[in-house]
């Protein structure tokens, strides 16, 4: 677990200094790594956008009450929009839940226009984020 924790704080940390980070020898930690990729552990090293910067600063979260023949196509539509960075099934009241992140909130209103008004949805409810108690670590908000 110390390896993926260097590795979650800086992925392109070079093997050297995290064998140093860890105490472990070099070819300790380039095996351990490769066998935690072999292993589908790590499935992939990626870039991790900081979204205010990019001026991208609302976030929200929009559930949706949908009939059941519907689910996996209206899941689809929403997967496939570039704003959406998660699409969940969920048990409750609720049956999907969708992370947005967008630059303004005429974004976040055109989006809720153009995006949701596909047959079978039965209602939502949006909840956008005001403020982190702990950021997310790949969207920074």
Known sequence: MKIIQVLRTDARKPIVHIADDVDANEATVRRRIGKLMKNGIIERFTVVLDYRKLGRV????????????????????????PDTQVVYRTSGDIDIVTEVILEKMEDLNAFLDEELKLEGILGTIVTIVIGPYKRCPWTKL
Do not use: D, N, W
């Not at 609302?58 to 929009?81: D, Y």
């Open 58 to 81: 609302i976030k929200a979260f929009i559930g949706l009450r949908v009939e059941p023949a519907k689910l996996r196509p209206i899941a689809e539509h929403l997967a496939k929009h």
